[in-house]
């Protein structure tokens, strides 16, 4: 793939590897983060470090596997000092993004935290006022919610990040059974009303 020699912006200058992906490439549910950090780019395996150790305990508990999703992130290399990607290299690597979404074709992306949700709905977007929101786009369902790593910096976070992951996770299933049907759009489920500003 294009991706994987990709020197298209500053950011390969830097890298160790391109870290393109991890789990299943016909996933009902793509998640994408911000960019790969340091074990990342050592491993070139996205979500490997501490925040990808809890995403994964996330998911096992909503009954999700690395069978059942796809994991990636709005940069395919790691930007220098872990800092936030440039608006610009957004750009030039959305073209592997929007790759990796029409090869997977998933009716379900994960948003994970503010740079995933600005990389699809624009600078204006706000992570907290959208976090537990479905939006639709292109035919797919978005839904934003806080990146693991700030359920690091701050737990009180894990609450409303697991509400999401149980409704993400019941529309996958819902998904799932409608196109065993022959009924691709599937119904989704309500949004929980757990009374916080969204």
Known sequence: MQALSCTRCPLHETRTQVVFGRGNPAASIVLVGEGPGRDEDREGRPFVGAAG????????????????VFITNTVLC?????????????????????????AIDPPIVVLLGATALKA?????AGITAMRGQRLE???RAFYPTFHPAALLRDPSRKRPVWRDFQRIAADGRLI???AAQGDATGSPSPAPDDGESR
């Open 137 to 139: 786009r292109d035919g």
């Open 176 to 178: 799932q059974v409608a």
């Open 120 to 124: 699809f709905f624009g600078p204006k």
């Open 53 to 68: 150790q809890l995403l994964d305990k996330i998911l096992a508990a909503v009954g999700l596997g690395e069978e059942d």
């Open 78 to 102: 790691r930007p220098p000092g872990n800092r936030v990607p440039l608006p610009a290299e957004l750009d030039t690597c959305r073209v592997h993004l929007e790759a990796i979404l029409r």
